[in-house]
């Protein structure tokens, strides 16, 4: 779904033996540094390293109508996408049971706990009766509602976390991704206890808390993320100012690509006790006693990282935001606070206004963008497609995606949150770094498995941009 294991986990990729000589990582370098990440010295973990490689690093790529209209298509042509206001005032009972059954099927092997126990087979009856199916009804109207506070979306109504085999303790398998605050959603469903909803945001559905979602009309709810002025959020992670006026909005996090609208509050009264000229004044979603949406002010600090619109897509901004996560641990289905590998990438191109699919697998294949899809005994349209990567490109192979950030010695060199990672050692064997985080690497020494390479695996290439 998102970042595989495969080979120990997530994320490697090198040339097959067949390409040409340009591509073959042929040659060890005169001596492997200290951290055993073959290709990187402290100059590659600068982005203006590879900000300062570029002929035009501010040229824009695509501009802001053609962004729209790409958005507007991935809307309409992607099967994973959900279009909120295309729903229609009633949602069938098959609709709902479709959506929740597409994701939260019993699952068909040994599970096990964060402590290596087996997961009790009258645990996995609990889990699916919780999704209360019985209790759908025929039809339903069709409820809208904001996210409040950074939320995990589950495979089932559960904080239950389960792993594939003992001793495996970051990849839970019932974690699929997170929602942020201000995104919409459409409200399908209620746990048996009540404490869960199955909801449809854009890019994903699935179960949620309960209270981090507040329901609103369809003005309210829609209408959010069109009104005006707004920031948009270029930090990797920025925070309102702490308030005990409302504890809802204090030390709140904010994700890359968020985008906000200012509060039409006045600018010389204090907001939740605090004179408001060294912060911008937010208007966000707040969850009422009885589950309803408000909307409160709230301060963050003109200090932190953010923008009045998206930022231009070009190429010295695709380096520098992807460098803003560098070192940030990798976190399956967006856990830990972090993000995984198609994550971090959907965070670096929204704080753009580029919308992709959430999945790796979805991203690849995504019918409105532009990839180059590879199968077995494309050894030579892969070369080719290697050597004419440019800044920004996505690189897939099973399960991972990484960004190209440029080239060294006319070797391209990516950036991915990866929680694996093997190269050769000076020995020649096949070693796992563990990388476990945000990372910059070359491309063609990482090894997907102990004979294959990260290249030898590529599925695919999308470029998000037009020239």
Same mark, same amino acid.
């Given at each position: 779904?998102?970042?595989?294991?495969?080979?120990?986990? !997530?994320?490697?990729?090198?040339?097959?033996?067949?390409?040409?000589?340009?591509?073959?990582?042929?040659?060890?370098?005169?001596?492997?540094? !200290?951290? *055993?990440?073959?290709?990187?010295?402290?100059?590659?973990?600068?982005?203006?390293?590879?900000?300062?490689?570029?002929?035009?690093?501010?040229?824009?790529?695509?501009?802001?109508?053609?962004?729209?209209?790409?958005?507007?298509?991935?809307?309409?042509?992607?099967?994973?996408?959900?279009?909120?206001?295309?729903?229609?005032?009633?949602?069938?009972?098959?609709?709902?049971?479709?959506? $929740?059954?597409?994701?939260?099927?019993?699952?068909?092997?040994?599970?096990?706990?964060?402590?290596?126990?087996?997961?009790?087979?009258?645990? $996995?009856?609990?889990?699916?009766?919780?999704?209360?199916?019985?209790?759908?009804?025929?039809?339903?109207?069709?409820?809208?509602?904001?996210?409040?506070?950074?939320?995990?979306?589950?495979? +089932?109504?559960?904080?239950?976390?389960?792993?594939?085999?003992?001793?495996?303790?970051?990849?839970?398998?019932?974690?699929?991704?997170?929602?942020?605050? *201000?995104?919409?959603?459409?409200?399908?469903?209620?746990?048996?206890?009540?404490?869960?909803?199955?909801?449809?945001?854009?890019?994903?559905?699935?179960?949620?808390?309960?209270?981090? =979602?507040?329901?609103?009309?369809?003005?309210?709810?829609?209408? &959010?993320?069109?009104?005006?002025?707004?920031?948009?959020?270029?930090?990797?992670?920025?925070?309102?100012?702490?308030?005990?006026?409302?504890?809802?909005?204090?030390?709140?996090?904010?994700?890359?690509?968020?985008?906000?609208?200012?509060?039409?509050?006045?600018?010389?009264?204090?907001?939740?006790?605090? #004179?408001?000229?060294?912060?911008? $004044?937010?208007?966000?979603? %707040?969850?009422?006693?009885?589950?309803?949406?408000?909307?409160?002010?709230?301060?963050?600090?003109?200090?932190?990282?953010?923008?009045?619109? &998206?930022?231009?897509?070009?190429?010295?901004?695709?380096?520098?935001?992807? +460098?803003?996560?560098?070192?940030?641990?990798?976190?399956?289905?967006? !856990?830990?606070?972090?993000?995984?590998?198609?994550?971090?990438?959907?965070?670096? &191109?929204?704080?753009?206004?580029?919308?992709?699919?959430? /999945?790796?697998?979805?991203?690849?294949?995504?019918?409105? %963008?532009?990839?180059?899809?590879?199968?077995?005994?494309?050894?030579?349209?892969?070369?080719?497609?290697?050597?004419?990567?440019?800044?920004?490109?996505?690189? &897939? $192979?099973?399960?991972?995606?990484?960004?190209?950030?440029?080239?060294?010695?006319?070797?391209?060199?990516?950036?991915?949150?990866? /929680?694996?990672?093997?190269? #050769?050692?000076?020995?020649?064997?096949?070693?796992?770094?563990?990388?476990?985080? =945000?990372? =910059?690497?070359?491309?063609?020494?990482?090894?997907?498995?102990?004979?294959?390479?990260?290249?030898?695996?590529?599925?695919?290439?999308?470029?998000?941009?037009?020239?």
């Amino acid at each position: 779904m998102r970042c595989s294991l495969l080979f120990g986990a !997530a994320c490697a990729v090198l040339l097959s033996a067949g390409l040409p000589a340009p591509l073959q990582a042929r040659e060890l370098p005169a001596a492997t540094p !200290a951290h *055993g990440v073959v290709g990187i010295e402290d100059r590659h973990l600068d982005p203006e390293f590879w900000v300062r490689q570029l002929a035009e690093p501010d040229a824009v790529l695509l501009d802001r109508a053609a962004i729209h209209a790409r958005n507007v298509d991935l809307l309409r042509r992607d099967p994973t996408m959900h279009d909120l206001r295309a729903l229609p005032a009633t949602l069938s009972g098959t609709q709902v049971r479709e959506w $929740i059954t597409g994701l939260s099927q019993r699952p068909d092997r040994a599970l096990f706990d964060v402590d290596g126990r087996a997961i009790p087979e009258a645990t $996995i009856e609990g889990v699916m009766a919780s999704l209360a199916l019985d209790a759908i009804p025929e039809s339903q109207p069709t409820r809208l509602g904001l996210v409040v506070h950074r939320a995990d979306l589950r495979t +089932f109504p559960t904080s239950l976390r389960v792993f594939s085999r003992q001793g495996e303790t970051d990849i839970d398998r019932f974690q699929e991704s997170a929602l942020f605050p *201000g995104d919409p959603v459409a409200i399908a469903h209620r746990s048996a206890n009540g404490e869960w909803l199955f909801v449809v945001s854009p890019r994903y559905a699935a179960w949620i808390e309960a209270r981090h =979602v507040a329901e609103g009309s369809v003005e309210q709810v829609l209408g &959010y993320g069109e009104r005006t002025p707004y920031r948009v959020v270029t930090g990797g992670e920025v925070q309102t100012v702490f308030t005990r006026e409302q504890l809802a909005h204090s030390e709140l996090s904010l994700d890359m690509g968020l985008r906000l609208p200012l509060a039409d509050a006045p600018l010389d009264q204090p907001v939740n006790g605090q #004179h408001p000229y060294t912060s911008w $004044i937010l208007d966000l979603p %707040l969850r009422n006693a009885d589950g309803s949406l408000s909307f409160a002010p709230a301060l963050l600090p003109k200090r932190e990282d953010t923008a009045a619109d &998206y930022l231009p897509l070009t190429e010295a901004n695709l380096i520098r935001q992807a +460098f803003k996560f560098l070192g940030e641990r990798y976190g399956w289905g967006h !856990a830990y606070n972090g993000r995984d590998c198609s994550g971090f990438v959907s965070e670096v &191109y929204r704080s753009m206004g580029i919308d992709v699919p959430r /999945n790796t697998r979805d991203q690849s294949k995504s019918p409105a %963008l532009q990839h180059t899809l590879f199968g077995d005994g494309d050894a030579d349209k892969r070369a080719a497609a290697v050597k004419a990567l440019q800044v920004g490109d996505l690189v &897939y $192979i099973p399960g991972h995606v990484m960004m190209v950030i440029g080239h060294v010695d006319g070797k391209p060199y990516v950036i991915h949150d990866t /929680n694996g990672g093997s190269m #050769h050692g000076r020995d020649g064997k096949v070693r796992s770094l563990k990388l476990n985080a =945000v990372s =910059v690497t070359p491309l063609l020494p990482l090894m997907f498995n102990d004979s294959d390479r990260y290249v030898d695996r590529i599925t695919s290439i999308v470029r998000l941009r037009s020239r």
